[in-house]
């Protein structure tokens, strides 16, 4: 059942919950992703987002949720400059990512610890967004839930495993997407969850046999 | 929100002896379980972001296209004898209305109510009509609930974006809600309420979203100011006992049934009504150059 809070609501820095929030909630996403706040950020704008983005403000948006800020965060317009205080190098450009949504962007960041993520999402109506594509994988990401992103080699019982561990503390999978590389390749999974999984848990799966690397992420923000 | 339709809203409200929204708080409070106190605080918060709004906007400011800004001002600053045109609450309505919309074109925060680009007309009407009742925060919120009550109800049974049913469906929606919360401040039954949501939402129907390079400010601030006047047209008359031929929830029905036939031109992709005028697509063209995108 809807609430009336997202009626009268959010509250949000204008002037498009698409083109606006919905971007703002792509970059902290993606911030998400990368593990942290990135070094560098080279952003490709598709269809509406190219034409309009000047207009709507959806790349000061973006840098805005790579930064950490929410969609109702007053620097929003003036994201550039705190990206220039933060460290964070931006590059903007207009590109064709072919057959995707309309409003989607992709975000090809350097990390921290200098490697490559590149994170593509699209901003899908009313300020809700799918993150399409993680790296080489194809995922189905909205940041509604609370999420874990395992990266784990392909090799049965993984994901047994990673299924298992969740059901000690009774954690509810809301959904869960599953991609590889290649047979034996380094493997995807994207697990959406209803309630938080614990850091000890997290800390658990990250040792375990087969996982690369785990990262939890909270619900995006809304207000 | 556990009701279906206007008629159930305000039946349920009747038999309880509330208005609208005290029962939309109390079912806020049932489904979440978020003590009232709190869903109180929270609805306090987004009244504060109206004000605000309403205050920065009247200061003036372009817009980051440059291609509005500055009516809010303009409409505040009309001498007493423009003013008088429309009198009050209106002109206050007008001024505010477009306030709200202006600080959403330039960036500046505001409450999506129902939507971003219709989030100026619920503060306009509600604030305007508020200083003239001399209505405390208490009733302010309760209006919002009740507003938010009818937004949901239109949410469920037809649609509140301009993508899936043109501008009927967001500034038509927030005239309707708006009309809703203003009966309500003004001492209207809660039929009177669902009453004025029908006559706005009659007022609104058909109308298109049509937006100049495809951004939320050409028509959308001044279409804000124009519902903002449908709205307390459709009060007035509701509080006067005049009711729609059509019941309301029939006209939320019409509402989405009317969207759904909208052609996909004039459903937010810039592709027909003004968008497409002479003066729209040079406007439009202007924009991609600056963007760096080929015309």
């Known amino acids: 059942m809807g609430s009336v809070f997202q009626i009268i609501g959010p509250i949000m820095v204008g002037p498009s919950s698409s083109h606006t929030a919905g971007a703002v909630r792509l970059g902290l996403a993606s911030r998400a992703i990368a593990g942290g706040q990135p070094r560098s950020a080279r952003i490709l704008l598709h269809g ?41 190098e931006v590059h903007i450009e207009p590109a064709d990512l072919g057959d995707v949504h309309p409003n989607t962007a992709k975000m090809e960041l350097t990390t921290a610890s200098g490697s490559i993520v590149e994170v593509t999402g699209s901003s899908v109506g009313g300020g809700a967004i799918v993150i399409t594509r993680i790296g080489k994988f194809d995922v189905a990401f909205t940041g509604e839930n609370h999420a874990l992103i395992v990266a784990y080699t392909d090799q049965p019982g993984v994901i047994a495993r990673i299924t298992s561990l969740l059901a000690t503390e009774d954690v509810n999978i809301a959904t869960m997407n599953v991609s590889r590389e290649a047979r034996h390749g380094t493997a995807l999974a994207i697990i959406q969850l209803d309630q938080a999984a614990s850091p000890e848990l997290t800390a658990v799966l990250s040792r375990m046999n087969g996982i690369r690397s785990t990262i939890s992420l909270p619900p995006l923000a809304v207000s | 929100m556990q009701a279906i339709s206007l008629q159930e809203l305000a039946a349920s409200a009747s038999s309880l002896g509330v208005n609208i929204g005290v029962l939309a708080r109390e079912w806020e409070w049932q489904e979440t379980g978020e003590p009232v106190e709190s869903l109180n605080e929270r609805m306090r918060d987004r009244l504060q972001v109206m004000r605000d709004a309403v205050a920065r906007g009247l200061g003036g400011g372009r817009s980051r296209s ?22 009050e609450p209106l002109c206050s309505a007008i001024s505010y209305a477009l306030a709200v919309s202006e600080v959403n074109a330039c960036m500046g925060r505001i409450v999506a109510a129902p939507t971003a680009g219709s989030c100026g007309i619920i503060p306009g009407v509600l604030l305007a009509v508020g200083e003239r009742l001399g209505s405390g925060d208490d009733e302010l919120i309760e209006a919002l609930f009740a507003a938010g009550a009818i937004g949901s109800v239109i949410e469920r049974k037809s649609t509140l974006s301009g993508a899936a049913g043109g501008c009927q469906a967001e500034c ?20 009177q309420c669902i009453q004025a949501v029908a006559l706005a939402l009659k007022g609104m129907l058909g109308l298109v979203c049509d937006p100049v390079a495809g951004l939320v400010e050409v028509p959308c601030i001044k279409r804000n100011a124009i519902s903002s006047s449908v709205s307390l047209a459709a009060a007035s008359m509701a509080m006067a006992g005049i009711r729609s031929v059509i019941p309301p929830d029939e006209v939320i029905d019409a509402m989405g049934a009317v969207g759904r036939d909208l052609p996909v031109s004039l459903r937010e992709t810039a592709g027909g009504g003004l968008a497409v005028t002479p003066t729209g697509r040079r406007i439009a063209k202007e924009q991609l150059r600056q963007a760096g995108v080929e015309a």
């Not at chain 1, 805005?64 to 929003?76: H, K, N, Q, V, Y």
């Not at chain 2, 440059?66 to 009198?87: F, K, N, S, Y």
Request: glycine share 16%.
């Open chain 1, 48 to 88: 509406s987002f190219a034409q309009t983005y000047r207009g709507h403000g959806t790349d000061v948006a973006l840098v805005a949720g790579l930064l950490g800020m929410t969609p109702d965060d007053e620097r929003i317009p003036d994201s550039m400059k705190w990206a220039a205080e933060a460290g964070l």
């Open chain 2, 66 to 87: 440059g291609l509005t800004g500055g009516d809010a001002r303009l409409m505040r600053q009309a001498p007493e004898a423009v003013r008088a045109i429309g009198g």
């Open chain 2, 172 to 191: 038509g929606s927030a005239a309707a809600m708006a009309a809703a919360a203003v009966v309500q401040l003004s001492g209207g039954s809660p039929e």
